[in-house]
Nanobody
Framework: EVQLVESGGGLVQAGGSLRLSCAAS????????IGWFRQAPGKDREGLSC????????FYANFVKGRFTISADNAKNTVYLQINSLKPEDTAVYYC????????????WGEGILVTVSS
């Protein structure tokens, strides 16, 4: 059974940092890409970053590049999203998802985890 479980969310002060984790199981990790998304109240879901697990190639949305860093620990089947200089506007439910490649639609989704940034 495919499972993606996010962790590391919570409440953080503006200007602080947070590292989200996405633990994957039930599929061949190295054959997939893992993306991070978020959805704030009243807003559409937006893609943040993606990593191709086979070779570590990464992609970032322009609006997060410089503050967000995606990485993978293939031995742990886990992808991370480091978020620095957090802003209140970053408050959202964050999701990880898996696809055959970053350029394809996501096949599997985690349930999401809430990040709340206080001002």
């Amino acid at each position: 059974e495919v499972q993606l479980v996010e962790s590391g969310g919570g409440l953080v002060q503006a200007g602080g940092s947070l590292r989200l984790s996405c633990a994957a199981s039930g599929f061949t990790f190295d054959d997939y890409a893992i993306g991070w998304f978020r959805q704030a109240p009243g807003k559409d879901r937006e893609g943040l970053s993606c990593i191709r697990n086979s070779d570590g190639i990464t992609f970032y949305a322009n609006f997060v590049k410089g503050r967000f860093t995606i990485s993978a620990d293939n031995a742990k089947n886990t992808v991370y999203l480091q978020i620095n200089s957090l802003k209140p506007e970053d408050t959202a439910v964050y999701y990880c998802a898996a696809a055959v490649d970053c350029s394809y639609g996501m096949d599997y989704w985690g349930e999401g985890i809430l990040v709340t940034v206080s001002s």
